[in-house]
């Protein structure tokens, strides 16, 4: 599974990419997430829409009428495909963080048997995306610093706030194709955005995560909610 990211298809293509930033699509259906492939559908798109959504805005806010303009440069296009993955990983790293702490604190699991979970959804997200065309030389490395963070975490200590948010705002900050300068001068404002764009998400994940029902998909809870044998 690949982000719906657009390219250089068109004004029109664009536009549509942008409907969640406009306002227009930005809600998705409730779903329950008690298994694995919905936890895997719940990170990866939401990673994708608050990453899509935040780079995309920050640079319509920026460049005003000229916007689809800036797409017809090729520079700038392929400056804005790199940063487009690196946000995006930056973004599922902090989802994947909230969402095993999420977990950790719902069920009777050890840390071994969230971080196995974890380090398994981050592992499909990552093999189903592979390696996207101009993505950048960077994007293996820092899959695999995803992946470290995850293996390094103490699910115990991740608080349910915006605190494992760490990494997405800076990344947004630091690889979107916009004048040091500004960016200087933009700092503060487009770390905030990013984080108040996870409050949603928050909210949403708090409400359908099935914790017990999830690690008991998996085999790591018993029928009777004891935990197993796995104290982490």
Partial sequence: MTMPWPGRAGIAELWKALRGYLGAGGRRRRSRIANLDALCEFLESRASHVAQTSLYGYLRT??????????????????????????????????????GGLIAQRTN???????????????????????????????????????????SCDWAAVRDDETPFSESPPALINRAPVINEL??????????????????????????????????????????????????
Avoid: H
């Fill in 62 to 99: 920026r460049s005003g009428v000229r916007f689809p303009e800036l797409f017809a440069n090729d520079d700038f296009a392929r400056s804005i495909d790199i940063a487009k993955w690196y946000v995006w990983l930056a973004c599922v790293s902090d989802l994947a963080i909230y969402a």
């Fill in 109 to 151: 699991s050890g840390q071994a048997a969230v971080g196995r979970l974890m380090a398994g959804v981050v592992d499909v997200i990552i093999t189903n995306t592979g390696v996207p065309e101009r993505a950048g030389s960077e994007f293996l490395e820092l899959t695999q610093r995803l992946r470290e963070r995850v293996a």
């Fill in 183 to 232: 960016k200087r001068l933009d700092d503060e404002i487009v770390r905030n955005s990013v984080r108040f764009r996870w409050q949603e998400v928050r909210r949403d994940l708090r409400r359908d995560l099935d914790a017990d029902a999830l690690m008991a998909s998996i085999g790591q809870v018993s029928p009777r909610g004891d935990a197993s044998q796995d104290s982490g």
